[in-house]
């Protein structure tokens, strides 16, 4: 379990594991397809691959196939960087309570996005499972435009592993919450953790009042 949680919190550990895992799976039905000669490793036209009942068999089917995956597959990537944020962090997130869109606005948002999601998936499942050079190219569209949008999520970041780490104990710190019959975890943000820190200094003080009082009726019971 210790493992798992140290695996789950390395993120550059989890992404070796994930390039070599795609590695071995690539090496291993490489070995399969070229032992049976399959057509998927064709590169350029042939008349063996077809596309919807097409036969990729010119240059210019290939070439428009080709220009639409690669266009397509870099609109995909933007489109997806940056509208799924804004789902996740803006729409589904409870802590947010202003939004800049009105809700009609938004729900028209998201539903386009989804009626885009699965007819652009069917479509580029079909396109990538013709041949392997279409799978090439929509994998360079994909590297090209993440590299420009992970900039824009990067821009203003400073590298700080100690201060990140310390943010994130901080996010993920919990109380433990006592009641009547059990006792709950609560997984606490910033403001919640300002709002117990404050009822724990108010009690402090409340405790410290009534100690005072105590003392001084003590001291009255013995004159």
């Known amino acids: 379990m210790g493992f798992c949680v140290s695996l789950f919190d390395d993120k550059l550990m989890i992404c070796c594991f994930l390039l070599l895992w795609t590695c071995l799976s690539s090496a291993v039905f490489c070995v399969i397809m070229i032992r049976d000669g399959s057509n998927f490793l064709s590169i350029g036209p042939n008349d063996k691959n077809q596309l919807f009942g097409v036969k990729m068999d010119s240059w210019f089917k290939w070439w428009v196939t080709a220009i639409y995956t690669f266009v397509s597959t870099a609109i995909a990537a933007f489109s997806s960087d940056a509208l799924c ?12 309570k202003h939004i800049p869109y009105s809700k009609f606005t938004c729900l028209i948002i998201v539903q386009v996005f989804t009626i885009y999601g699965v ?3 069917v479509i580029g499942m079909f396109v990538a499972l013709t041949q392997v050079d279409f799978m090439f190219i929509r994998i360079c569209a994909d590297l090209m435009v993440n590299s420009h949008t992970t ?7 400073k590298v700080n592993a100690a201060k990140y780490n310390e943010w994130k104990n901080t996010h993920t710190r919990g109380h433990n919450v006592k009641t009547s019959n059990e006792c709950k975890w609560v997984v606490c943000d910033d403001s919640d953790n300002e709002l117990l820190d404050n009822v724990d200094v108010a009690n ?12 001084a009726r003590n001291n009255e019971s013995k004159q």
């Not at 944020?85 to 947010?96: A, G, L, R």
């Not at 900039?151 to 970041?157: A, E, N, T, V």
């Open 85 to 96: 944020p804004f789902f996740t962090n803006v729409i589904e997130d409870h802590k947010t």
């Open 151 to 157: 900039y824009y999520f990067l821009r203003g970041k």
């Open 204 to 215: 402090k003080s409340i405790l410290a009042e009534s100690n005072e009082v105590e003392v």
């Open 119 to 121: 007819i652009m998936s």
